[in-house]
């Protein structure tokens, strides 16, 4: 089952929150949605581009505890007994570049993926750090345990700025979020994961989903029971009869606009590819196999279908496992590689080597950018419960696909993968070259909702690893 959300707030908790769709408020103009797309358009004319757009498109894997950088991008085989991992290391597609063992099918795409090695936030906190790298931009204050959403100067995530900079298409919006928000134990949303400043109508979707269940279906992109596709037909006849009447007595841009976000919400219930894209049923099984079966599979899966639908930015956030050590994410302070070993990095390496598969045998791997990061690293020593703590000082990321030159490294840890030697990499640069390959260079203005002229991003551009 699939609800959509037009803010990501707790769905647990009690809190009050209005449904971006709700179809079973059908009405004579089908929708009180083109109301909304309004708002959203008028936010999409402040968008000034300047970079030719190496990508269409946007796949963010986030691995909410933070990606272990030992036992994966950056692994030491040769380092320290208290900080190296217990799985070693293995060549790869690209000569003198060894990743984490429990890598064998990413290892094999190497050729496609640019490894950046000195990725540095300064923040050991979840949320804030997360906010960070999440939005491009320092929380303030830093190191803020459960830092929570709201505050007037909250800057905007990625997938807001997509919305602002990036037209919705047939019916979707440009940037969407799945299979649920981030949170800390106890339902504590993280910030950065709207659109702050900017305002809620630029939110990025928040679609709560599981598409693993068999029976995964979009209620909320379905007609209500009680509304037969005649009923609907008839109504949406009506609508047009009516339209075409008031034309006759007012005919300007506004009117012109209000017709057409009509039409798109009516293509979200009438068929066409936004609702396509939604249908998992459509896949061959050997398809949804070679991505694995699990909830966070399955969303990468549906993610590219998204993308292919014409949606601008999909962020796909791993979710806990309830029944797992340490809830079943990668914040493993207890029982490290047991848990990398059992279900982190079996899911992980399987569905990350399967997008970028898929993705080139489609095709679509050029033109669609792909990014693993997470909040933050790992900490160099094991601790006493066999786990690995928060690690801001130095971590790795990795970008693949449209507009990366794949096979590089950039940026040098020390011997422990404590700290960076060469090529640090700020989360306001990771953020500049995101955009920058979505058509959008740093010092491209928006405006908030004071109409105060504000650049994109204050980072720079990493050229080294850009194709």
Same mark, same amino acid.
């Given at each position: 089952?699939?609800?959509? !959300?037009?803010?990501?707030?707790?769905?647990?908790?009690?809190?009050?929150?209005?449904?971006?769709?709700?179809?079973?408020?059908? /009405?004579?103009? #089908?929708?009180?949605?083109?109301?909304?797309?309004?708002?959203?358009?008028?936010?999409?004319?402040?968008?000034?581009?300047?970079?030719?757009?190496?990508?269409?498109?946007?796949?963010?894997?986030?691995?909410?505890?933070?990606?272990?950088?030992?036992?994966?991008?950056?692994?030491?085989?040769? #380092?320290?007994?208290?900080?190296?991992?217990?799985?070693?290391?293995?060549?790869?597609?690209?000569?003198?570049?060894?990743?984490?063992?429990?890598?064998?099918?990413?290892?094999?795409?190497?050729?496609?993926?640019?490894?950046?090695?000195?990725?540095?936030?300064?923040?050991?906190?979840?949320?804030?750090?997360?906010?960070?790298?999440?939005?491009?931009?320092?929380?303030?204050?830093?190191?803020?345990?459960?830092?929570?959403?709201?505050?007037?100067?909250? $800057?905007?995530?990625?997938?807001?700025?997509?919305?602002?900079?990036?037209?919705?298409?047939?019916?979707?919006?440009?940037?969407?979020?799945?299979?649920?928000?981030?949170?800390?134990?106890?339902?504590?949303?993280?910030?950065?994961?709207?659109? #702050?400043?900017?305002?809620?109508?630029?939110?990025? $979707?928040?679609?709560?989903?599981?598409?693993?269940?068999?029976?995964?279906?979009?209620?909320?992109?379905?007609?209500?029971?009680?509304?037969?596709?005649?009923?609907?037909?008839?109504?949406?006849?009506?609508?047009?009869?009516?339209?075409?009447?008031?034309?006759?007595?007012?005919?300007?841009?506004?009117?012109?606009?209000?017709?057409?976000?009509?039409?798109?919400?009516?293509?979200?219930?009438?068929?066409?590819?936004?609702?396509?894209?939604?249908?998992?049923?459509?896949?061959?099984?050997?398809?949804?196999?070679?991505?694995?079966?699990?909830?966070?599979?399955?969303?990468?899966?549906?993610?590219?279908?998204?993308?292919?639908?014409?949606?601008?930015?999909?962020?796909?956030?791993?979710?806990?496992?309830?029944?797992?050590?340490?809830?079943?994410?990668?914040?493993?302070?207890?029982?490290?590689?047991?848990?990398?070993?059992?279900?982190?990095?079996?899911?992980?390496?399987?569905?990350?080597?399967?997008?970028?598969?898929?993705?080139?045998?489609?095709?679509?791997?050029?033109?669609?950018?792909?990014?693993?990061?997470?909040? !933050?690293?790992?900490?160099?020593?094991?601790?006493?419960?066999?786990?690995?703590?928060? $690690?801001?000082?130095?971590?790795?990321?990795?970008?693949?696909?449209?507009?990366?030159?794949?096979?590089?490294?950039? /940026?040098?840890?020390?011997?422990?993968?404590?700290?960076?030697?060469?090529?640090?990499?700020?989360?306001?640069?990771?953020?500049?070259?995101?955009?920058?390959?979505?058509?959008?260079?740093?010092?491209?203005?928006?405006?908030?909702?004071?109409?105060?002229?504000?650049?994109?991003?204050? #980072?720079?551009?990493?050229?080294?690893?850009?194709?």
């Amino acid at each position: 089952m699939l609800r959509i !959300f037009d803010r990501n707030v707790p769905l647990c908790d009690g809190v009050s929150r209005r449904e971006w769709l709700r179809v079973g408020s059908l /009405g004579l103009s #089908g929708l009180s949605l083109p109301h909304l797309l309004a708002s959203r358009d008028r936010a999409a004319e402040q968008g000034q581009g300047g970079a030719q757009p190496k990508a269409k498109s946007v796949i963010l894997f986030w691995l909410t505890g933070g990606v272990p950088q030992h036992d994966t991008w950056d692994p030491k085989p040769n #380092g320290p007994d208290h900080s190296r991992s217990e799985f070693g290391a293995i060549p790869t597609r690209t000569p003198g570049l060894q990743v984490g063992a429990l890598m064998p099918q990413t290892a094999q795409l190497t050729d496609r993926i640019a490894v950046l090695r000195a990725m540095v936030t300064g923040d050991n906190s979840h949320s804030s750090s997360g906010y960070q790298m999440l939005t491009g931009v320092p929380h303030i204050p830093l190191s803020r345990e459960n830092a929570l959403p709201g505050a007037p100067n909250d $800057w905007p995530s990625l997938g807001a700025l997509t919305r602002v900079l990036r037209s919705d298409k047939d019916g979707l919006p440009s940037a969407i979020t799945l299979p649920r928000h981030i949170a800390n134990v106890g339902e504590k949303l993280w910030p950065g994961q709207d659109a #702050g400043f900017l305002g809620r109508t630029v939110d990025p $979707w928040l679609l709560t989903c599981d598409p693993s269940e068999e029976d995964f279906q979009i209620p909320d992109l379905q007609l209500p029971a009680d509304v037969s596709e005649l009923r609907y037909d008839q109504r949406r006849g009506l609508l047009t009869q009516v339209n075409r009447q008031l034309d006759r007595f007012e005919q300007h841009a506004e009117t012109e606009q209000y017709d057409r976000r009509t039409e798109q919400a009516i293509s979200l219930l009438s068929g066409g590819r936004a609702r396509e894209a939604f249908d998992l049923a459509r896949e061959r099984d050997t398809i949804r196999d070679r991505y694995g079966r699990s909830k966070f599979a399955q969303s990468v899966l549906l993610a590219r279908r998204l993308v292919e639908a014409g949606t601008s930015l999909v962020q796909v956030n791993w979710q806990r496992i309830d029944d797992k050590e340490n809830n079943g994410s990668w914040d493993t302070h207890k029982d490290h590689h047991a848990s990398l070993k059992g279900w982190l990095m079996p899911i992980m390496d399987q569905a990350f080597s399967a997008l970028l598969t898929d993705l080139e045998e489609r095709g679509l791997l050029d033109e669609t950018l792909v990014a693993w990061v997470g909040e !933050f690293g790992h900490t160099p020593r094991i601790n006493a419960r066999a786990g690995r703590d928060h $690690w801001g000082s130095v971590f790795s990321i990795a970008l693949a696909g449209g507009g990366v030159r794949g096979g590089v490294v950039h /940026g040098e840890s020390d011997r422990e993968a404590a700290y960076p030697i060469s090529g640090r990499v700020a989360p306001n640069d990771y953020a500049a070259t995101v955009l920058h390959c979505l058509g959008f260079e740093p010092e491209t203005i928006i405006r908030d909702l004071q109409d105060r002229p504000i650049p994109i991003s204050r #980072g720079k551009v990493i050229d080294q690893v850009l194709a």
